[in-house]
Structure formats: structure tokens, C-alpha cells
């Protein structure tokens, strides 16, 4: 009679392979997770900016209603925001001359190394008694 050798029983678990194959998975998810929410970050920061900027923007051109006659120029700075407000006569043609003069009105706003620059157009001031053209 033939006897058989007695099978060692097979343990499961998990070969030093597949051990650095999860480790690998492990760490590229992370990585990955690791830039997702980096960039997430950064977005937020440039939105805020944003944010800021228009909320200036707003407020610059809420301040200059109407544009003297000889036009405005003015420069200041709001923490980090550095801004600029400078007009120019507009001229539309075939109006008649009681229509009230246009000014075009530019705002720059700066933060670091970037410019917004927003543009509408204001009516002039009109002139009070006795004053002259400047």
C-alpha cells in the first residue's frame, strides 16, 4: 500500500507582490488626492481675488457717478488692491448739442502681478453758475 505524504495545509494570505501593489495604489490615490485639493485651494485664493477686485470695481465706479468737466484722475490703493480711475471725453456723433457730454471712465485695478481693467461710460458733470471749463 502506497502511503500518501500528508499535504500541508495552503495559508492564505497575501504575497509580498501584491503587498507592493497595493502600496503602490495606495500612494498614486494619494497623490492624486494630494493635487486635487492643492488645486482646489488654489482656485479658492483666485476666486476670493476676483471677488475683491469686482467688489472694487464696484465701489470705484458707485464713487464717480458723474466726471468733472476737465475730466478725473485719480490713484489709491485698498490693501492689497492698487487702483486707477482716469476719464476721457466721448463723442458720439449726430447728437444734438444739449445732449449731456460722455466720459469714458477706466479703472485698473492691480494685485501682484495682475491688471483688471474695467471701462463704462459717465455723463459730465454739468457746469454751476459762473464756473468755467478747467
Known amino acids: 500500500m502506497r502511503r500518501r505524504a500528508?499535504?500541508?495545509?495552503?495559508?492564505?494570505?497575501?504575497?509580498l507582490l501584491e503587498l507592493l501593489v497595493a502600496l503602490s495604489i495606495m500612494a498614486i490615490s494619494l497623490?492624486?488626492?494630494?493635487?486635487?485639493?492643492?488645486?482646489s485651494a488654489r482656485g479658492v485664493s483666485k476666486l476670493e481675488q476676483n471677488q475683491g477686485v469686482a467688489l472694487l470695481a464696484d465701489s470705484l465706479?458707485?464713487?464717480?457717478?458723474m466726471v468733472?468737466?476737465?475730466?478725473?484722475?485719480?490713484?489709491?490703493?485698498?490693501?492689497?488692491?492698487?487702483?486707477?480711475?482716469?476719464?476721457a471725453p466721448?463723442?458720439?456723433?449726430?447728437?444734438?448739442?444739449?445732449?449731456v457730454?460722455?466720459?469714458?471712465?477706466r479703472?485698473?485695478?492691480s494685485v501682484e502681478?495682475?491688471?483688471?481693467?474695467?471701462?463704462?461710460?459717465?455723463?459730465q458733470r454739468p457746469l454751476q453758475q459762473g464756473e468755467v471749463t478747467r
Do not use: C
Open 90 to 99: 466721448f463723442s458720439v456723433g449726430g447728437l444734438p448739442e444739449t445732449a
Open 107 to 109: 479703472i485698473t485695478i
Open 6 to 15: 500528508a499535504s500541508r495545509p495552503r495559508v492564505r494570505g497575501m504575497t
Open 113 to 123: 502681478n495682475r491688471s483688471w481693467v474695467f471701462e463704462t461710460l459717465r455723463p
Open 61 to 65: 465706479m458707485d464713487a464717480f457717478p
Open 101 to 105: 457730454p460722455l466720459h469714458a471712465l
Open 68 to 87: 468733472d468737466p476737465g475730466g478725473t484722475q485719480a490713484s489709491g490703493q485698498d490693501g492689497v488692491y492698487a487702483w486707477q480711475v482716469a476719464s
Open 31 to 39: 497623490a492624486l488626492i494630494y493635487r486635487a485639493v492643492g488645486g
